[in-house]
């Protein structure tokens, strides 16, 4: 049987520190360590390189170019990275034709490459949908209406579906209006096998002092960083009153102007805000803290679950999220809060701040739920659903 060869459509890839851009090292090196041919096509750079058996081909749009003048036109705008990578995909598919594509759902990057004769995968991270806030304004939703029909498009057109967890597939499939059959596996991501290394490895800061608490993510609704800084003033002013130990609170991904001008000076002085930062500040975040705060509304996956537990923290989390039910919920690895308000989230929060005990047994049960997800399941499943969706195109 000859090599398979897939392309992988990504925004951003390693060393950029997102979410999408570890999720498409794993799917790219898990597959290449099953001997696929991998081509990456992302956003975030230029030039083309080698790393880990895998190819990258940067697009990076160049300033002043017709396509990076088309993005920033309100809802036409998300039409120029679909432009970028169709253009990049056929003239290699041209040379050297791909077997399969693979690109994730969110705002749609594969949406042009729709009905080109190449079987297309969509792996379903969270839908622009679930990321914006309860308030927008009319041109925001008009800009969200154009992201989110480009998705179903992409969706409908897909020969085979991915998604992270079984309820995240349900979700997708009403989203989208998926009814028509055709191959959809529920696949867990993976995490950087040396990184579960140095997580396991990583003493826990359990001494005197301030109890270490770790966000990260963006700072917006779905995240629950509403619910965050409530609950940051509802401990700080019971700090205050001397019934709560003290506290601090690392923010990742999270910068000044994301901090809204009423929360109190009180509430400030326990935030700790560092920005987007890389990998190895990261895992030093990860490897500080007592604690992570991941108090998410939804998350199709939640790669910071799946992170805290390698570094054995306890997570606080929603239980407003499937995902957090069973990462964390069922494996007793944090506490769930009841509902996505600050008041739930402070209730869930406040044992871990008094009881040291209780985060040693916490985090035993966290190491022990971390790598479940590894990259031989993660590249053995995608590559069968790769087959099932090509053969299913070919029967089309």
Same mark, same amino acid.
């Given at each position: 049987?000859?090599?398979?060869?897939?392309?992988?459509?990504?925004?951003?890839?390693?060393?950029?520190?997102?979410?999408?851009?570890?999720?498409?090292?794993?799917?790219?090196?898990?597959?290449?360590?099953?001997?696929?041919?991998?081509?990456?096509?992302?956003?975030?750079?230029?030039?083309?390189?080698?790393?880990?058996?895998?190819?990258?081909?940067? +697009?990076?749009? $160049?300033?002043?170019?017709? #396509?990076? *003048?088309?993005?920033?036109? !309100? /809802? @036409? &705008?998300?039409?120029?990275?679909?432009?970028?990578?169709?253009?990049?995909?056929?003239?290699?598919?041209?040379?050297?034709?791909?077997?399969?594509?693979?690109?994730?759902?969110?705002?749609?990057?594969?949406?042009?490459?729709?009905?080109?004769?190449?079987?297309?995968?969509?792996?379903?991270?969270?839908?622009?949908?679930?990321?914006?806030?309860?308030?927008?304004?009319?041109?925001?939703? +008009?800009?969200? $209406?154009?992201?989110?029909? #480009?998705? *179903?498009?992409?969706?409908? !057109? /897909? @020969? &085979?579906?991915?998604?992270?967890?079984?309820?995240?597939?349900?979700?997708?499939?009403?989203?989208?209006?998926?009814?028509?059959?055709?191959?959809?596996?529920?696949?867990?991501?993976?995490?950087?096998?040396?990184?579960?290394?140095?997580?396991?490895?990583?003493?826990?800061?359990?001494?005197?002092?301030?109890?270490?608490?770790?966000?990260?993510?963006?700072?917006?609704?779905?995240?629950?960083?509403?619910?965050?800084?409530?609950?940051?003033?509802?401990?700080?002013?019971?700090?205050?009153?001397?019934?709560?130990?003290?506290?601090?609170?690392?923010?990742?991904?999270?910068?000044?102007?994301?901090?809204?001008?009423?929360?109190p000076a009180s509430v400030r002085r326990c935030l700790r805000i560092l920005g987007r930062i890389?990998?190895?500040?990261?895992?030093?975040?990860?490897?500080?803290?007592?604690?992570?705060?991941?108090?998410?509304?939804?998350?199709?996956?939640?790669?910071?679950?799946?992170?805290?537990?390698?570094?054995?923290?306890?997570?606080?989390?929603?239980?407003?999220?499937?995902?957090?039910?069973?990462?964390?919920?069922?494996?007793?690895?944090?506490?769930?809060?009841?509902?996505?308000?600050?008041?739930?989230?402070?209730?869930?929060?406040?044992?871990?701040?008094?009881?040291?005990?209780?985060?040693?047994?916490?985090?035993?049960?966290?190491?022990?739920?971390?790598?479940?997800?590894?990259?031989?399941?993660?590249?053995?499943?995608?590559?069968?659903?790769?087959?099932?969706?090509?053969?299913?195109h070919q029967g089309r």
């Amino acid at each position: 049987m000859s090599r398979l060869r897939t392309a992988l459509l990504a925004w951003d890839y390693p060393p950029a520190p997102s979410g999408l851009s570890t999720a498409a090292r794993e799917i790219a090196e898990s597959l290449g360590a099953l001997g696929v041919a991998v081509t990456v096509f992302t956003l975030d750079r230029t030039g083309t390189e080698a790393c880990g058996g895998v190819t990258i081909r940067g +697009l990076g749009l $160049a300033p002043g170019s017709a #396509l990076a *003048r088309l993005r920033r036109w !309100g /809802s @036409a &705008g998300h039409l120029a990275a679909p432009l970028a990578f169709r253009r990049a995909v056929l003239r290699e598919h041209g040379r050297t034709p791909f077997d399969c594509l693979e690109a994730t759902n969110w705002y749609a990057p594969a949406s042009l490459l729709v009905g080109i004769g190449l079987p297309l995968v969509t792996r379903n991270s969270t839908p622009a949908a679930f990321t914006r806030g309860p308030a927008a304004s009319p041109r925001d939703r +008009l800009d969200g $209406a154009a992201a989110d029909g #480009l998705e *179903r498009w992409q969706a409908r !057109g /897909s @020969a &085979g579906l991915i998604s992270n967890t079984a309820a995240h597939a349900d979700r997708m499939v009403e989203l989208y209006g998926l009814h028509s059959p055709r191959p959809h596996a529920v696949i867990g991501l993976s995490l950087p096998p040396d990184r579960l290394a140095r997580g396991r490895s990583a003493p826990y800061p359990d001494g005197p002092g301030s109890v270490r608490l770790l966000f990260v993510g963006r700072a917006e609704h779905r995240k629950g960083f509403d619910c965050l800084l409530a609950a940051a003033a509802i401990l700080a002013a019971e700090g205050e009153a001397g019934t709560r130990p003290p506290f601090v609170i690392d923010l990742v991904g999270v910068t000044e102007a994301d901090v809204p001008d009423a929360v109190p000076a009180s509430v400030r002085r326990c935030l700790r805000i560092l920005g987007r930062i890389d990998a190895p500040a990261l895992d030093a975040a990860y490897a500080a803290a007592q604690v992570v705060l991941a108090p998410s509304r939804y998350e199709s996956f939640g790669l910071v679950y799946q992170e805290a537990l390698a570094y054995g923290r306890p997570v606080v989390a929603c239980a407003e999220d499937a995902s957090a039910r069973a990462f964390v919920g069922e494996p007793e690895a944090g506490r769930l809060a009841r509902a996505a308000t600050g008041a739930a989230l402070a209730e869930a929060i406040r044992p871990l701040l008094s009881d040291p005990a209780l985060r040693q047994r916490l985090r035993a049960n966290a190491l022990a739920a971390s790598g479940a997800f590894d990259r031989t399941r993660l590249g053995g499943e995608t590559l069968a659903l790769y087959r099932r969706a090509i053969a299913a195109h070919q029967g089309r």
